[in-house]
């Protein structure tokens, strides 16, 4: 999982790697004034802001025309739901900095440059510097002085390099980077952009539900579209293959909804919720052919949301692993399923017809 900017930077900020001074605007917040000039920074996920037009600068007078032209923007294809805005740096010079995993050397890798601001990709070779962290040895300050001596940088920058990794150990992060990391024309240091990839795979140990990007993030796909008829499946063919039969029945799809492999009861208790805060959505169909997800843990999903919402529309298809079990939890509850899509189908096609 991806951070934005924002929260990488209250995790930098709280470790002591200096930051711009900032605060946010949501799209709907009424903006303060300001009395410095600011940069404008669209909190979006995708990764080169500055060229697609994600970074704006204002002054005291133009701010809140700005921050409404930077709303109004789509970052290649990301809504701007919220702005950081920051005071402006007067910027001397630009590097990179990033801690990563090297799979091949199967060592984390610190990466520094002067050549910052631009793609490190762009940088060429001989403008990088790498240092493999030996993970079975304590890591120690003088290993950062060891880079800054071999760029010839500031010493400062030896604390924020030591400072990075241990954010990157304690968070589990599979990437901590800044680009770029700016001297200023009075000499001070500052993280003007900030990026942290979290390993999803160490969830179980750690707090990630502090951030409010993993409390946004749905624990399936879910498109929303213009129809009236949800389509919630496993697996992105057979909910594709879902959405045309509801075409051919002369229906419309809600949503794609593809509740992914392994999905329990929860899961599929939240994705029936999701489709129902739409309030176009008349009828659900609901294709399930289990392979590691079990037909009874989406049978036990599908009750618990009927017994809260009895009155909705829908009809269901289950078969494959567990399949006895999952029916049987459908039957105790009255509910009728089908075990063939079309049937289901068709099925919903009556159900959305009758008037009861
Ligand atoms: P990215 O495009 O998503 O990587 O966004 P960044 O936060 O890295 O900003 C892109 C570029 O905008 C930086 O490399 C800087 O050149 C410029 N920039 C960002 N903040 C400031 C600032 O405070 N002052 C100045 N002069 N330039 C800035
Ligand atoms: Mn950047």
């Known amino acids: 999982m991806k951070l934005h900017e924002y929260e990488a930077k209250k995790i930098f900020k709280e470790y002591g790697i200096p930051v711009p001074e900032s605060f946010l605007i949501k799209k709907w917040d009424i903006p303060k ?8 920074k669209a909190q979006v996920l995708v990764g080169g802001r500055g060229k697609a037009g994600g970074i704006i600068f204002a002054n005291k ?98 604390d924020i390099i030591y400072k990075l990794y241990k954010i990157f150990k304690d968070y589990d992060a599979t990437l901590v980077e800044i680009n770029p990391l700016v001297i200023t024309e009075d000499n001070k240091i500052y993280a003007a952009d900030a990026v942290i990839l979290l390993d999803d795979d160490a969830a179980f140990r750690q707090n990630y539900e502090i951030f409010e990007d993993y409390k946004e993030k749905l624990p399936f796909s879910y498109v929303e579209l213009d129809g009236d008829i949800a389509v919630i499946g496993n697996g992105a063919g057979l909910t594709l293959a879902s959405m045309d039969i509801i075409h051919n029945l002369g229906l419309k799809p809600a949503c794609f909804l593809d509740i992914g492999g392994g999905a329990d009861e929860e899961r599929v208790k939240l994705a029936l919720k999701k489709v129902l805060e739409n309030k176009n959505v008349k009828g659900i169909f609901i294709n399930i052919l289990g392979g590691i997800t ?11 949301v009927l017994k809260e919402y009895p009155n909705i529309k829908f009809s269901v298809r289950l078969m494959g692993t567990n399949e006895e079990e999952g029916k049987k939890i459908l039957e105790e509850n009255g509910i009728i399923y089908e075990v063939s899509m079309e049937e289901a189908g068709k099925r919903l096609l009556e159900v959305i017809n009758s008037n009861k």
Not at 33 to 40: G, H, P, S, T
């Open 294 to 304: 079990k037909c009874d843990e989406v049978a036990k999903g599908i009750v618990d």
């Open 61 to 158: 007078e133009n701010f809140k025309e700005k921050l409404d032209e930077l709303f109004k923007k789509e970052i290649k294809g990301e809504k701007v739901e919220k702005i950081l805005v920051e005071e402006k740096l007067p910027i001397k010079e630009e590097y990179y900095l990033s801690i990563t995993i090297d799979r091949a050397k199967k060592k984390p890798v610190i990466i520094f440059s002067t050549e910052g601001g631009v793609d490190i990709e762009d940088v060429p070779d001989e403008k990088i510097i790498k240092y493999y962290v030996d993970v079975t040895k304590p890591f120690l300050p003088y290993m950062c002085r060891e880079i800054v001596n071999e760029a010839k940088v500031d010493f400062r920058i030896a």
């Open 33 to 40: 004034e300001v009395d410095k000039d600011v940069v404008l």
